[in-house]
């Protein structure tokens, strides 16, 4: 989203409160903090060993620049990729470049100014091309290791949003970009600034935090202002208000799902789905026939959908076809249970983001909790093992309001007109992960196996070949991961087989 005409005072005054909410959120710390300070006492070391002597073992691992996922990474993807080939092409350039970090007596100027000097020099020699993005986001973050409570990492893309919405630079100026003291010398502002308007951050820590939330971020903020101001009502992309069949429908791809599909319908009408919008991909003639009776009554509406994969396509075709017919569409998997642990029906729930253009839910992976071959019993109730592990639980699913959803962009997230999907606790989401996990009021769980037997049948039935391998090696994880018992879905269980008793179902 392009800033237009929005620097000065007032977009600068809408900049800090949207860091002041920032720095306000209670997992602020172990999110950007905490982390930071870990990361840089691995470079420290990274940097240190660099330095020792012509012999001594030293090898560059591009992992351990930032061990965090996409698309929260401290070093832009291309600074990585480039650190890694000049590692590839010529790394006694590259330790003599990072030794220099730890050279005593050095400003940060100085050292900054050693390691372009160094990369002009392995240039020319045709180690590495220079960038001096690239460079500026590099040399600063091997500084910032060095004093992480007093030098900022500098993404120069997050530098000039900053510098633009303060009215320092006519839009599309580079006049006094990629200079490593300008930059220092703006955070140095900008932290004196959230100073003055009672931001309390401690130090260049939270002050180059908040530098990148409030650009990472800004389709936020500047959206919420429009509303704000009463330009945008909700409805359609152009803020019309328009009627909706349904409050709240779901969409989904079948696989080969029979066996369990009735209790995923009926379990998601009991949580407040009101309209299932399916492509059938997999057993089509078993899965359409069972459905027969929901598609006869509008419950469900069923598309042929042999087009593998599927998601993607299939959830574009959604947003095209059956936008307008609801205020929000869910779009899960068919091993996946959407609920609110509030016991508060979805739609009841789901009145207090309106605001926002979706809500991210995190989705707990569900392993297979021992089974080796199918249980008895519900889904729900059969597994209760799910893991513990953070990253595997930072996966979200996306409920969407269609009519400011642009496109698909992945199975988790969507692409925007304007804002971004926020957690539940109205925090923005970047991409189909979130920082933290929370799931207090909006989840999924994941089924992710079911049984091993199971979950080798779907492999073999459902996936290519090139496939297979990394959802083997995902359910492996998952078993051998540390993982905690997980009753909170417990508590459908009774209601859910009343409803399956009461649609003929088998039990």
Not at 31 to 57: F, P
Not at 177 to 195: C, F, I, K, W
Not at 349 to 358: G, I, K, Q, R
Request: glycine fraction near 8%.
């Amino acid at each position: 989203m392009g800033i237009g005409g929005a620097v000065g005072s007032e977009a600068w005054s809408r900049y800090l409160r949207y860091a002041a909410r920032a720095r306000a959120k209670p997992t602020f710390d172990a999110e950007e903090r905490d982390r930071r300070l870990v990361l840089a006492t691995s470079i420290r070391q990274l940097l240190e060993g660099a330095r020792g002597g012509e012999g001594a073992d030293w090898a560059f691992d591009v992992a351990v620049l930032d061990p965090a996922g996409p698309p929260y990474f401290l070093v832009p993807p291309l600074a990585r990729g480039w650190l890694s080939e000049w590692a590839s092409s010529d790394s006694a350039s590259l330790r003599e470049a990072l030794a220099g970090f730890v050279e005593e007596d050095l400003s940060p100027q100085a050292r900054f100014t050693s390691f372009a000097e160094a990369v002009a020099r392995a240039g020319g020699q045709g180690a590495v091309e220079a960038q001096p993005n690239i460079v500026l986001a590099l040399g600063s973050f091997f500084n910032f290791a060095l004093a992480p409570t007093e030098l900022p990492i500098m993404r120069q893309q997050d530098f000039t949003f900053a510098r633009r919405i303060r009215g320092e630079v006519p839009d599309g100026s580079s006049a006094v970009e990629g200079s490593y003291q300008d930059n220092l010398e703006l955070a140095r502002a900008v932290h004196a600034e959230m100073d003055a308007a009672g931001i309390p951050v401690r130090d260049m820590l939270d002050v180059q935090s908040l530098i990148v939330v409030c650009s990472q971020e800004r389709d936020v903020w500047m959206w919420e202002s429009a509303e704000s101001r009463g330009e945008r009502t909700g409805g359609d992309r152009r803020g019309h208000r328009r009627p909706r069949e349904v409050y709240l429908s779901l969409s989904a791809c079948l696989g080969y799902d029979a066996p369990y599909l009735l209790e995923w319908i009926e379990f998601h009408r009991l949580a407040g789905i009101e309209r299932f919008l399916l492509y059938n991909n997999g057993d089509r003639a078993a899965q359409a026939e069972l459905l027969a009776p929901y598609i006869e009554r509008g419950t469900v509406v069923l598309h042929d959908w042999p087009i593998f994969p599927p998601m993607i396509p299939a959830f574009d075709h959604c947003l095209e076809h059956h936008g307008e017919e609801s205020r929000w569409i869910a779009f899960i998997d068919t091993d996946e249970f959407l609920f609110s642990p509030t016991g508060k029906p979805l739609p009841e729930l789901l009145a207090d983001y309106e605001h926002w253009p979706a809500v991210g839910a995190n989705s707990l992976m569900f392993g297979s909790s021992g089974h080796e071959t199918k249980p008895p019993g519900l889904v729900i109730e059969s597994y209760m093992e799910r893991s513990s592990d953070p990253w595997f639980n930072s996966f979200i699913k996306s409920v969407v309001d269609p009519s400011r959803a642009a496109r698909c962009l992945s199975p988790h997230h969507f692409e925007y007109h304007r804002g971004l999907a926020m957690d539940e606790n109205h925090y923005a989401i970047r991409g189909q992960v979130t920082k933290s996990v929370s799931v207090s009021r909006l989840r999924l769980n994941h089924y992710h196996t079911k049984s091993k037997e199971e979950f080798e049948g779907k492999l073999a039935t459902r996936l290519p070949s090139d496939w297979v391998a990394g959802r083997r090696a995902r359910a492996g994880w998952l078993d051998e991961l540390p993982s905690e018992r997980d009753e909170v879905i417990l508590d459908f269980v009774p209601s859910l087989r009343e409803a399956l008793v009461r649609s003929s179902a088998p039990r």
